[in-house]
């Protein structure tokens, strides 16, 4: 738990200058910042126009999903098209029932943009802003009616605006009238606010425009304070052609178990890692961005048996699987013994598509 907690303390830290979190704070949106890379895509920022819409504290949302917003009547295809935009590692904008923390619905615009690294192409973040939608008038005969009581007391207006080919003879009593039966109309049952809310609100123009323009100003901020740490950023999938990368939620999946393993791809050239767990990197001591589209033999020093490092080889080279036991080194140059395993992995044709290793 305390490593989990770990991760999500230096998602930002690790990736932006120490600035960064200041920054976008400074922002009046409300958005999220979440890590597709720890276990359980936790969120890892919550802006303050966030806390003050949802009512929640910074303690209470930073390390959760962005699931316990949902509720009841939140449309699980809605929830289905955002898991399917975060797989595909694309962008979303959709209009979603969430819950406030006293747990009253509102509708809202969820916008969510991918976050890339731009030195090996992966998705390091999601942003998703929210954008409250207003709930709109029904434009009925009783709502526009009652509109046009308000308006104009005489009841000039209501003749001329809403009934221009209706009579002269329509009074102003009769307006009145008209208008008093509206509001009895509106007097309306407990069941009417639930079926109001969960009827689907779509987003305007306007609320489309906020979300654009909140989203950019993030990505803004983003890729400026990943320049002056150079591990920069981008908002477009930038990595180099022929280099292997996962998507999200193969990263999602693979970030849960908790064991010391690599994959690399043995279609590209020099077969280089695409992805090391949490624990081999606590095991060799090496950061992510010193493994990734590196070949394992960086492991290998002075003293690694070359008759094994050969038997490896074969292996992979015949698609089988073999456990070996190897010398190999930590990034300061420290030795240790390693049991090593190394299998394929083939896809439903029975392809090999990565080494586990």
């Known amino acids: 738990m305390e490593s989990q907690l770990g991760l999500i303390g230096q998602s930002l830290d690790l990736r932006y200058s120490v600035w960064v979190r200041e920054a976008l704070n400074e922002l009046p949106d409300s958005f999220t910042i979440t890590d597709p890379c720890i276990s359980g895509h936790p969120i890892v ?57 006293d747990r009253t619905p509102f509708w809202m615009l969820f916008h969510m943009s991918p976050v890339f690294s731009k030195e090996d192409g992966r998705v390091i973040h999601f942003v998703g802003v929210q954008v409250p939608i207003p709930r709109r008038p029904k434009y009925t005969g009783c709502t526009v009616v009652r509109n046009a009581v308000n308006s104009c007391e005489d009841g000039a207006h209501f003749r001329k605006g809403m009934f221009g ?34 009827e689907p609100c779509e987003a305007s123009e306007t609320e489309k425009g906020k979300a654009n323009a ?21 908002g477009k999938c930038c990595c180099l052609s022929g280099t292997g990368r996962l998507v999200s939620s193969l990263n ?64 992979i080279r015949t698609e089988q699987p073999c456990t070996v036991r190897i010398l190999n080194y930590r990034k300061d140059k420290t030795p240790f013994w390693n049991l090593l395993h190394i299998a394929p992995v083939r896809n439903a044709s029975g392809k090999v598509t990565s080494i586990c290793i």
Not at 174 to 196: F, H, K, Q
Not at 217 to 233: A, R
């Open 45 to 101: 920022f919550a802006s303050n126009g966030f806390l003050k819409m949802f009512g929640y504290s910074e303690d209470e949302v930073i390390g959760r999903n962005g699931r316990v917003f949902q509720g009841p009547r939140t449309d699980r295809r809605s929830v289905m098209e955002i898991r399917e935009a975060i797989r595909e590692e694309r962008a979303i904008q959709i209009s979603l029932l969430n819950y406030r923390k």
């Open 165 to 198: 080919c209706c009579r002269r003879e329509v009074c102003s009593d009769t307006v009145m009238e008209i208008g008093r039966a509206s509001s009895l109309d509106s007097v309306s049952s407990p069941d009417d606010g639930e079926e109001e809310i969960n």
């Open 252 to 315: 999602i999946s693979l970030g849960r178990i908790k064991q010391s393993f690599v994959l690399s791809d043995p279609h590209l050239p020099d077969m280089p890692i695409v992805y090391a767990s949490d624990m081999f990197l606590e095991l060799t001591g090496y950061a992510r961005h010193e493994v990734l589209g590196h070949n394992c033999r960086f492991l290998s020093g002075l003293d690694t048996d070359p008759a094994t490092q050969y038997q490896i080889k074969e292996c």
């Open 214 to 234: 909140a989203l950019s100003n993030i990505l803004s901020i983003l890729t400026h304070y990943s320049e002056l740490s150079g591990k920069l950023v981008c």
